[in-house]
């Protein structure tokens, strides 16, 4: 038997804490047993009654915290206690990293003091509750969960502004703080752009493309694709422009959002003018004369909101290459005069927005299950129509299941759907990396893609699939990868969303007009 | 991150009534026993611990409720000297100096239900309806037994435990005080934590013996006289928990499981459940096991009762 023991003196923890530094230290691998006790008399009793009692522990006094560790056979018994030691080490100074399973937030607050941010991910019905907790803990908050109810979200985040606090979310997938992505955040550089954004994949298209650009994130505020609805009023949107606005590392802010509620978007603009920095305002269907009016910068794109942001405050001779029209006149060519219409199949929302809009502003109709005109809006179980774009990330298609960046099955069925299509020209696809997605969404799709221009072929048919991936240089798996992967499957591949918009425009154009 | 340059003054939300007397006119230096995140501990100039806990904690004995969301960033530390005047309680954090000012606390006084009125089959419906709560929910790992694969350690520290209450137990029931005396010792710091669960068990009994009409008070004379005869054999904070439960004053869960139980008088040992599963959810969340231990000497206390009575 290999017995080692100290004693801290003076030394206190709560019976929490010790309770999780004993469970902590019974769970190495190297410990048979270890035991975490205040040094009185009947502790000690204890131990002398199982043969542990060592000198050093019986000199132990009531306000001494003893530590005792028995090795396993081969482990050695100072290098044991040393591991012992680094847990109580830890738990005092707060800052180690505790893999503890914690029952409720205020007890994962206790242990872990430092931490200033709560992501929260449970059932919706349950969510404001949790958040209030964590509010009332000074805790800023990323709420994953969806299906919240607006009035909560109100009230939650007006709690958090009192607090100075943020509440990103509900429906909030991506945030990056202190050079952390949350969720389904991607590995971006730290730089000096800071984004609000109430759009999960907006953002993550503005962040990725900032990042393409050789410049960088200093932050990124996920607001919840509710915030500038006419309910919620742009709480967190306007609060995240403030805190850019105060944030000496942050030289240019940038807001993301679908069409927001028209009051909303002018409070929010109102912000731009004390912010005292750049604003560059990428409003998916937004009026450039009212940002412009307010001081802002309008982007047309998230392309164009990338490549604004990082010329004014990084990099005045920022570039980006434009469209390869070629390729577009290479593509038409091979189509039968039945193939007149675009598919468009998306992970993300404001991805799918952004084509759809391109689609729009030349003057297409458009069906799509995000569609603002009641005439033209599809639901999941619709069979596509003309020129269709559907975003598989809407409450429809994800009720009861997983978002298709981590489960692509639904949008792998309808690309075979599509496929059947004699008057389907072109689908259009999204594959979107980052922390939170599906660890390789190209591999996964690929049978469905060559199952697809497989039915195509067999009538006769030119099937181009077109698809664009969003990631960094720094994510896994790397964007290269998966590019060089879709590209020997015959995918056409797009180099941003905006150019993804375009490339989908002009096809359309193309086959109209053949 | 709290920014603090100068002395900070703090409000005071509620206090011990007891204790607030006692503040208004000490005078003198302490110094910080203990700091966790919802509570310092303080040494008073004349050897007494105090605590201050942060908003949102229950009151309790000799704790003063402060406007403060917890204590972490300040930058106290155990051993550090603290002042008591006339202004209150001044103290040194690594950023800046904190005073506590004492006016204006709502003052706190455990006003404990009376249980003589129960007889002692409701006396022992309500033991049952509380046994059946905190087996139910309760933590293991002290008077419960021991958690599930647990080390030879905790067993021990357990079984010792079960043996020291059923010790105290016959005891009390033949009155025998060397054998009351002898259990005590065997529990009083008796676990591992700052308030050990042999001290939690003995906590809740010595409360329920400060009740008017209650059959506990040989119980009572002898726990008082070995933390006389021996002060150190458990924590500093656990013998004046200890002492302070002789009194009749204990932190407010406990009280409120009290006043329910107080309130079961007519109710089947269902209805009973319900009427005190509240506050006994809320006693139960206290510590690692502590509440658990805690509302196990409660029950140990009940059944006494109602045999001591049963034997008049």
């Not at chain 1, 830890?90 to 994962?108: L, N, P, V, W």
């Not at chain 2, 409701?122 to 139910?136: F, G, K, Q």
Request: glycine share 10%; proline share 5%; aromatic share 4%.
């Amino acid at each position: 038997m290999s017995i080692t023991a100290v004693v801290k003196k003076n030394t206190y923890f709560d019976s929490v804490s010790l309770m999780a530094i004993s469970t902590k230290a019974n769970s190495l691998d190297e410990v048979k047993q270890a035991f975490v006790a205040m040094g009185t008399e009947m502790n000690k009793g204890v131990l002398g009654n199982l043969g542990l009692l060592t000198p050093e522990l019986e000199a132990a006094g009531n306000g001494d915290l003893m530590v005792v560790v028995e090795a396993r056979e081969g482990a050695g018994a100072d290098e044991v206690l040393a591991r012992v030691e680094e847990l109580l080490q830890r738990k005092a100074s707060a800052t180690g990293e505790a893999t503890i399973t914690h029952r409720t937030i205020a007890a994962a607050a206790q242990d872990n003091p430092a931490a200033n941010l709560a992501v929260i991910a449970v059932n919706g019905a349950y969510a404001g509750r949790e958040v209030r907790k964590a509010l009332e803990n000074d805790l800023h908050v990323l709420l994953f969960s969806d299906n919240v109810p607006v009035e909560e979200e109100v009230a939650l985040k007006e709690l958090a502004h009192e607090k100075g606090l943020l509440m990103m979310g509900p429906d909030c997938g991506t945030a990056i703080i202190n050079n952390v992505a949350l969720c389904f955040g991607n590995a971006v550089r730290p730089g000096s752009v800071g984004v609000v954004a109430a759009s999960g994949t907006g953002a993550q298209e503005v962040s990725v493309r900032i990042h393409a650009l050789g410049a960088g994130v200093s932050q990124l505020i996920g607001t919840g694709g509710r915030d500038l609805s006419e309910q919620v009023g742009g709480i967190m949107m306007i609060d995240g422009i403030r805190a850019f606005a105060a944030d000496p590392a942050t030289s240019v802010i940038v807001l993301v959002s679908k069409p927001p509620a028209p009051s909303v978007e002018k409070k929010v603009l109102a912000e731009i003018a004390t912010a005292g920095k750049p604003v560059v305002v990428y409003f998916v269907g937004g009026s450039e004369e009212a940002v412009v009016a307010a001081g802002g910068h309008f982007a047309s794109g998230s392309q164009d909101a990338a490549l604004q942001a990082v010329r004014l405050g990084v990099n005045p001779d920022a570039a980006v290459e434009p469209l390869d029209t070629r390729r577009i006149d290479e593509v038409a060519a091979l189509f039968k005069p039945e193939q007149r219409f675009v598919r468009g199949l998306f992970c993300g929302g404001t991805l799918c927005d952004e084509s759809m809009y391109a689609m729009l502003e030349s003057g297409d109709d458009v069906w799509s299950n995000i569609q603002k005109d009641p005439g033209r809006r599809l639901t999941a179980d619709s069979p596509s129509t003309g020129h269709t774009f559907l975003d598989f990330g809407d409450d429809d298609f994800t009720n009861g299941r997983p978002h298709p960046m981590i489960d692509p099955s639904l949008r792998l069925a309808r690309l075979v759907e599509e496929a059947k299509d004699p008057e389907v020209a072109a689908v259009v696809m999204d594959f979107v990396l980052g922390f939170g997605a599906h660890e390789d969404p190209v591999g996964v799709t690929l049978p469905a893609i060559e199952q697809a221009k497989g039915i195509a072929a067999e009538a006769g048919r030119h099937l181009e699939i077109v698809g664009y991936v969003l990631g960094t240089d720094l994510d896994t798996p790397a964007p290269a990868d998966q590019i060089a992967a879709l590209q020997a499957a015959g995918v056409t591949v797009t180099r941003s969303s905006t150019e993804t918009g375009q490339f989908a425009r002009a096809l359309a154009r193309k086959v109209k007009h053949a | 991150m709290v920014s603090v340059s100068a002395t900070t003054l703090l409000r005071p939300c509620s206090g011990d009534a007891v204790l607030l007397a006692h503040l208004r006119t000490l005078r003198g230096c302490g110094s910080v026993e203990s700091v966790f995140r919802g509570v310092i501990n303080l040494l008073l100039p004349d050897g007494g611990l105090m605590a201050l806990a942060v908003r949102g904690s229950g009151d309790a004995p000799r704790t003063l409720v402060v406007d403060i969301a917890h204590w972490l960033d300040r930058g106290v530390e155990a051993g550090r000297a603290v002042e008591f005047g006339p202004d209150g309680i001044a103290l040194q954090g690594a950023f800046g100096g904190l005073r506590v000012s004492v006016r204006g606390a709502i003052k706190w006084h455990p006003i404990l239900p009376r249980l003589d009125s129960l007889t002692p089959s409701e006396l022992a419906v309500s033991a049952r309806a509380l046994h059946h709560l905190v087996s139910v929910d309760g933590e293991p790992g002290g008077m419960l037994g021991a958690s599930p694969g647990a080390a030879p350690m905790e067993v021990a520290v357990c079984t010792a435990l079960e043996h020291g209450r059923d010790a105290l137990v016959r005891a009390v029931r033949s009155s025998d005080t060397v054998g009351m005396r002898d259990a005590v010792l065997a529990l009083l710091g008796l676990g591992p934590g700052l308030t050990p669960a042999g001290d939690d068990f003995l906590t809740a009994i010595a409360l329920l013996s400060s009740l008017d009409g209650s059959g506990l008070g040989l119980f009572a004379r002898v726990l008082h006289d070995v933390l006389d005869e021996q002060p150190g054999r458990t924590t500093l904070l656990s013998t004046t928990t200890l002492r302070e439960a002789l009194s009749g004053r204990f932190r407010a869960e406990l009280v409120d499981v009290l006043c329910s139980l107080a309130a079961t008088p007519g109710q089947s040992e269902v209805q009973a459940i319900e009427t005190v599963r509240a506050p006994v959810r809320r006693a139960l969340a206290h510590g690692h096991t502590s509440g658990t231990d805690t509302l196990s000497g409660l029950v140990a206390g009940l059944h006494l009762e109602r045999e001591l009575r049963g034997s008049l």
